[in-house]
């Protein structure tokens, strides 16, 4: 078993995150550039683009009603059962995998979604859970958060993004006087989409077939609910992009197109994605559903009691495309010609101060003959590449790879980019860090270099 990832944190016998410690274990992969971005909350400031967004879109979902509480205080390190077991992941889901998760230890991890904190959530609202008197009267929530996923290295990825995880619940009353509550909220969400100037054209063709129904309700719950749900998101959607529209002055007569598609997700059903149709390409936002019952009662919920929704947004790409910003990492950056572009409750277009040249190189290696290994994982690569370049990478790729049909060995192809966003990198600088990168892989992989 390969022990990857030595750096100083985690030959310690523990590592801290925010504070509390956990002791390591066979299981721990997470490195030390991450860790060093757990405390970071880009998404709380008020005028970084994350923030911005997720202001914007919290304050649509609360209007009139503040319906929803807002949590944005949940920090990154969570169980394996809040992320995984809870929401009822199978134990061979992909994305328990150590080469897609960084894990703190076999216990902890860090949370690759929102929905981690689903759970505590639900559990919060008064009424629901007997015996429990709960914290909060509003029936929904919003959780923004940093999320964490071993990932490959472009300017679209990067192992930290983050997400806005919502949540409604209603409670069953007798003669459906839920039925009459939902509708009414769902008129006027419809109410407020055909009032706006700017129109969405939306596409669903998704039925029930193939993405059921959950037992305990009745069709006419699923259909309120989801609308409720549904038409929710478009007014989010509506909200964020006529803002992106104006500001490219185009007010009028404008429309948007958005498309529902059938998802799976374990915890929800049925499941949906919204996608949205800009600069000729559709773009996922988010995952949606029905909360499964299952969910509702690991919170303590009553059965037969409730029914709900839920979903997890993903800020970056749309904050990426508002803000016109061309590299994932430069939310990052602590450069002040970044921030000082930015203002709160404005969205605007990015100015980039710079663009400093990339610096091409490429890794070719074989892979060990000794039969230990008939792959390396993409992402333990991108791991490699980030823990020796963190920042100063721009992509990583693979180009090619073969096998000698003669002697049956494994050839792979690397081009790595190093480029800054702040500065000029010197030759030197990158060879260096090339040169470690071509040891790191000797040294874990046993490749031979070529
Ligand atoms: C989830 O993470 C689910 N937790 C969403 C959910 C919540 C479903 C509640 C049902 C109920 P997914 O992995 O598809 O699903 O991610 C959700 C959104 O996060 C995506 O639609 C996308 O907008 C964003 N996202 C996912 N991966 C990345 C990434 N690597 N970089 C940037 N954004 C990403
Ligand atoms: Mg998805």
């Excluded at 550039?33 to 923030?51: E, M, Q, W």
């Excluded at 505590?120 to 008064?126: A, H, L, S």
């Amino acid at each position: 078993c390969l022990r990857l990832f030595s750096t100083s944190r985690v030959q310690l016998k523990s590592i801290s995150v925010n504070g509390n410690t956990y002791p390591v274990s066979d299981k721990t992969n997470v490195t030390e550039p991450i860790l060093n971005l757990t405390d970071r909350a880009v998404y709380l400031k008020p005028s970084h683009p994350i923030g911005i967004l997720r202001s914007v879109i919290e304050r649509k979902l609360n209007e009139p009603h503040e319906a929803f509480e807002i949590y944005n205080e949940f920090k990154p390190a969570v169980t394996v059962h809040e992320n995984f077991d809870s929401l009822g992941f199978p134990d061979d889901h992909p994305g328990r995998s150590k080469s897609d998760t960084y894990y703190l230890n076999d216990s902890h991890l860090l949370r690759t979604h929102t929905s981690a904190h689903e759970l505590e959530c639900f559990k919060n609202i008064k009424g629901f859970v007997p015996g429990y008197e709960g914290k909060t009267d509003k029936p929904g929530f919003l959780i923004s958060a940093d999320v964490y996923r071993r990932d490959e290295i472009d300017r679209t990825h990067y192992p930290v993004f983050h997400q806005m995880e919502g949540g409604r619940v209603w409670k069953r009353e007798p003669n459906g006087g839920h039925l009459a509550k939902i509708k009414e909220d769902v008129e006027r969400l419809e109410k407020a989409l055909a009032d706006d100037p700017v129109k969405l054209l939306v596409e669903d063709n998704v039925t029930l077939e193939g993405n059921p129904k959950q037992d305990y309700m009745t069709l006419e719950e699923v259909d309120l609910c989801s609308r409720h749900l549904k038409r929710s998101l478009e007014l989010v959607v509506l909200e964020v992009f006529k803002r992106k529209l104006a500001s490219m002055g185009n007010v009028k007569g404008e429309e948007l197109k958005v498309r529902w598609i059938q998802a799976y997700f374990p915890w929800t059903a049925p499941s949906w994605e919204i996608e949205v149709f800009w600069q000729n390409d559709w773009l996922e936002l988010c995952g949606s559903g029905l909360v499964r019952e299952e969910v509702l009662l690991n919170a303590g919920y009553e059965s037969n009691q409730t029914i709900g929704w839920a979903f997890g947004l993903g800020l970056d790409r749309i904050a990426m495309l508002l803000f016109e910003i061309p590299d994932i990492r430069l939310f990052w950056t602590l450069d002040d010609r970044f921030h000082s572009q930015f203002k709160e409750g404005t969205i605007n277009k990015f100015k980039p101060y710079s663009k400093y040249p990339g610096t091409i190189r490429d890794v070719a290696f074989w892979l060990p003959t000794d039969g230990t290994l008939n792959i390396i994982h993409e992402n333990d690569l991108m791991e490699i590449v980030r823990n020796v370049a963190g920042d100063l990478v721009e992509c990583v790729k693979l180009i090619d790879s073969f096998t000698n049909p003669k002697t049956g060995r494994k050839s792979m192809c690397y081009r790595i980019n190093y480029q800054s966003m702040d500065r000029n990198l010197t030759n030197e600088e990158v060879n260096q860090l090339q040169d470690k990168v071509r040891d790191t892989l000797v040294k874990l992989f046993g490749v031979e270099l070529r």
